[in-house]
């Protein structure tokens, strides 16, 4: 356990909300900026409730999202990036933990890019379902590489039996003549291999792949660094650090400091005590986090949904603890997470008393 994770457990019920209350009040003065954070996997749903969330915001000149998510649905981060352009003067992205694939398309449409010395982006290719499975998923770039593979075996089989037969038989075949035996070696060693691509299966990838590629374009992006995004790691884990994102995204990021390492501690111990799971650096993927810090106005509208008032509230005199309200949705429907669909039902978001962030 670390020492963080035992500070959140054992501190009393209403230290991480208050933290975390007084750590947004005075980025948002600081900034000018309404905040959100997400943790979760990104799909149409989880990011229509977390758009749903502005109408709370204080619709402040700038915006602060913090990110955390091992990717999704590259329409829903386009969506979600073009939202929050379009909403505020300027945006700005905090990534304290993984923000993969789908959410590094995300942070693409961001002014700026703040990393944490654990944040990291991923590669932009496509996560596609596997044939006959429900679950297993694998990456837009396994089929290109397979061909990158087989095109360079298949020269090298070529090379090695051309000049062999040349060579070897002291000038008496024609180059033409081994050249035809080569090829007809390389075509029978490989033809098996090349046969189990499926052709539609291929033309899928290579959409799925330009469609990050258009959207990363789109959101503003040299097409040359989006394709290197999308085209050049081996892995669909691969970590792209605070370094390398620096050098892949110029002018874009930059790394942590300050009151953003003081937020980053403060949503990592509220959600320790919160969900028993540090969502920054895990973030959930089950079911979902959405959170808007909101004036005082609104949190009071929340206390009259709720059938509470203002007096009744012990931290009401805290305009600190007043700022803080929370969303939670999804499908997680354990002890301490957010309560999810039942029956098939749609997920919506569920509203939290403050009564309950505060203990």
Known sequence: MTRLSREAENAPPDTAAMGLARTVTEIKATHDADIFWFSARITRESVQCLLGEFGKAEQRENCIVVLSTFGGDPDAAYVLARFFRRAYARVTVHVFGPCKSAGTLA???????????????????????????????????????????????????????????????????????????????????????????????????????????EYGRRLGVDEDRVRRLAMDYPAHGFVIDVEEARELLPGQVRVAEGQELELEAALRAYGLQRFGQDVIRDPLDDHSLHLCLTTAQAVQRELELNGETADG???????????????????????????GPRNGAEAEPQRVPLSFIGG
């Open 107 to 213: 942070c693409l449409g961001a002014n700026e890019i703040v990393m944490g010395p654990f944040g990291e982006l991923g590669p932009l290719d496509i996560q596609l379902c596997k044939d006959d499975s429900l679950a297993a998923r694998t990456s837009g770039l396994d089929i290109f590489q397979a061909l990158t593979i087989v095109s360079t075996h298949a020269f090298e089989i070529f090379q090695q039996h051309f000049l062999g037969i040349v060579g070897g038989s002291g000038g008496v075949i024609t180059t033409r003549t081994a050249a035809d035996i080569a090829t007809n070696v390389a075509s029978q060693l490989l033809t098996p291999i090349t046969a189990q691509i499926d052709p539609l299966r291929l033309g899928e990838m290579q959409r799925a792949l330009q469609v990050a590629m």
């Open 313 to 339: 509230d012990e931290h009401q005199e805290d305009p600190a603890y007043r700022d803080l309200a929370v969303v939670v949705g999804g499908t997680g429907d354990g002890e301490g997470e957010p309560a």
